[in-house]
C-alpha cells in the first residue's frame, strides 16, 4: 500500500475542491436576495434545491450503477465540470427565483457525482483502514461547505460574483486533479452493464439498512444546522448591537471545526469501532445541547 500513499492526500484536496460547491449559494445569501429581488423565503427555496438535487443525482447514480460501469475519476471530473457550470450560471443577470432554483438543484445533482464517488475511489484504494481514510475525505467535504464563508468574511469588499467564479475554478481545478492522478483502484470490480437489480438488493443487508437509515436522518438534521448557522448568527447580532464579530468567518469556524471532528473521530472509530464511537458521539452532542438549551431557557 506504501505506493497509494500519495492518492489518499489528491483524493481529499479534490473533494474539498468540488464540495465547495455545495454551499457557495449560502455564503452569498443575502447578494443574492438583493441583486435578484427575491423574498427572504428564498433561503429555504435554494438551501432546499441543492439537497433535493443530491438526493435525485444519489439516487439515479446508484440505480444506474454508473461509477461500476465506467472509470470512476472520469465520473468525478465530469461532474465537477458540470456542477461548476452550473454554479457560474448563477451570474446571469436575467436569472429569476425559479432558475436559480433550477441552477442550485442541478448543482446539487452532480455533486452526487462527487461527495459519494469520491468515496468510492477511496474504498477501490484501501481495503483496510477505510474507516479513518474516509474520515478525511468527509472531514474535506466539511471544509468545502464552510470555504465560501471563509470567503466571504476575507473578501467581504470583493463583488460577491468572485465567490461564484473562486468555487467554480477551483471544482474544475479538483475535478481536473483526480481524471490526471487518479487512476482506478487495484480493489475496483467493474461493471459492463446496468444492474438495476444492485440497488435493491444492497438493501437487503440488515447491518447496512441500519447504518443507511441512521445516515439519512442524520443529514437532514446536518445540513438544516449548517444552512441556519449564519442567520443565527446575523439574528443574534441585530438582538445585541454592542456584540460586534464577522459573522461570515465565524460562521466558517462554526461548520469548518466539524472538519476536525471527522478525523478524530476516523481514529476513534479505529480503536473503539464506528458502532461505539457513533453512540459515543450522540450522547455527547445531546448533553451539550441540553446544557446549552438549560442555559437558554435560564435566561
Keep these: 500500500m506504501k505506493k497509494y500513499t500519495s492518492i489518499l492526500p489528491i483524493i481529499v484536496i479534490s473533494q474539498f475542491c468540488c464540495t465547495s460547491l455545495w454551499f457557495a449559494g449560502n455564503g452569498i445569501m443575502k447578494e443574492l436576495i438583493t441583486n435578484f429581488h427575491l423574498n427572504s423565503s428564498a433561503l ?4 432546499s434545491s441543492v439537497q433535493f438535487g443530491f438526493i435525485i443525482g444519489t439516487l439515479l447514480f446508484a440505480i444506474l450503477t454508473i461509477v461500476d460501469r465506467f472509470p470512476p475519476s472520469k465520473v ?7 456542477g ?3 454554479n457560474i450560471g448563477i451570474l446571469w443577470k436575467g436569472n429569476s427565483l425559479e432558475s436559480l432554483i433550477v441552477l442550485r438543484f442541478l448543482t446539487g445533482f452532480f455533486l ?8 468510492k475511489i477511496a474504498a477501490d484504494y484501501y481495503d483496510k483502514g477505510l474507516g479513518k481514510s474516509l474520515s478525511f475525505l468527509v472531514g474535506a467535504l466539511v471544509l468545502g461547505t464552510a470555504f465560501p464563508h471563509l ?7 470583493i463583488s460577491w460574483k468572485h465567490i461564484l467564479f473562486t468555487t ?19 480493489y475496483r470490480k467493474p461493471s459492463k452493464s446496468i444492474n438495476l437489480s444492485a440497488f435493491s438488493r444492497v438493501f437487503q443487508n440488515t447491518n447496512f439498512k441500519s447504518a443507511a437509515f441512521g445516515y439519512f436522518g442524520h443529514m437532514w438534521e446536518l445540513y438544516t444546522f449548517w444552512a441556519f448557522v449564519p442567520i443565527l448568527l446575523d439574528t443574534y447580532s441585530n438582538l445585541y448591537p454592542n456584540t460586534t464579530f464577522n459573522i461570515s468567518i465565524l460562521s466558517f469556524f462554526i461548520i469548518g471545526i466539524g472538519g476536525l471532528g471527522c478525523v478524530f473521530g476516523g481514529y476513534l472509530s479505529q480503536k473503539y469501532g464506528t458502532k461505539k464511537n457513533c453512540i459515543y458521539n450522540i450522547v455527547f452532542i445531546w448533553l451539550v445541547l441540553r446544557v446549552f438549551t438549560l442555559n437558554f431557557q435560564g435566561g
Design 44 to 47: 429555504a427555496h435554494l438551501t
Design 76 to 82: 468525478f471530473f465530469f461532474s465537477a465540470l458540470l
Design 84 to 86: 461548476a457550470l452550473f
Design 112 to 119: 452526487a457525482g462527487i461527495y459519494p464517488v469520491g468515496m
Design 151 to 157: 470567503m466571504k468574511g476575507v473578501i467581504d469588499a
Design 168 to 186: 467554480s475554478f477551483i471544482a474544475v481545478l479538483g475535478g481536473m486533479l483526480m481524471l490526471f492522478f487518479v487512476p482506478d483502484g487495484p
